[in-house]
């Protein structure tokens, strides 16, 4: 089933935060985020495992709350870069798939 | 290092003909997953191959299939094209296709007219 995103869109000034959240209604084994910039290729930014650590990438982390079923990805002190459409990917053992949200749109503005 | 190449770039084809698209992975790489993408609804999985076998399947219709090639190039084949086929189609490779990094090729654009 595929996770819910939220916010489905957010604009940003440089230097701001944002949260975007990604729920499931099953239980979770991994989750992953992905951001695509218009006209490319979705770009790995990291996983999550279940009974992992919060994960970092540069400014952006993640966590990973196997109770609530849901993982929140940290966007801290935007920069322009950080365009795009974030997706969360979640993933259950030995699936070998993974369900994709719907993406959130970020523009983070000078 | 060569990334996940997909081919043709862009395609138009008109209701009720085929289509074939072609996806070579990184090399090395031996898991294969297909997905549609539609503006709003996110990328749907459409199914995944390791070593030439489909090991999961997404809920499309019999008219989406695929294989896999034994250097683990892949192709998938749309049958009696329909106007809502009409997506970016992306594949994307790993090393297993299980809970890790998916490197995604830039997809095909198709468009049924």
């Keep these: ?110 | 290092k060569a990334g996940v190449t997909q081919t043709p770039r862009y395609l138009i084809k008109t209701r009720g003909q085929q289509v074939t698209l072609s996806c070579s992975p990184i090399s090395g790489h031996r898991s294969v997953s297909w997905y549609q993408q539609t503006p709003g609804q996110g990328l749907q999985f459409l199914f995944e191959y390791f070593s030439e076998t489909q090991r999961n399947k997404g809920n499309f219709p019999g008219r989406f299939s695929g294989r896999q090639f034994s250097n683990s190039r892949s192709e998938m084949n749309v049958s009696t094209l329909e106007l809502g086929d009409s997506a970016l189609y992306l594949c994307a490779s790993s090393w297993t296709g299980s809970d890790e990094k998916l490197f995604f090729g830039s997809g095909t654009q198709l468009s049924v007219l």
């Design chain 1, 1 to 110: 089933q595929q996770p819910v995103q939220s916010p489905q869109a957010v604009i940003l000034r440089e230097g701001e935060d944002a949260v975007i959240n990604c729920s499931s209604s099953k239980a979770l084994y991994s989750v992953h985020w992905y951001r695509q910039k218009h006209g490319e290729a979705p770009v790995f930014l990291m996983i999550l495992l279940k009974g992992g650590e919060q994960k970092g990438h540069e400014k952006i982390s993640a966590s990973f709350n196997e109770k609530k079923q849901q993982s929140s990805l940290y966007l801290t002190a935007s920069q322009l870069s950080y365009s795009g459409t974030y997706f969360c990917g979640t993933g259950f053992s030995n699936d070998y798939k993974l369900s994709f949200g719907a993406g959130t749109t970020v523009t983070v503005r000078a």
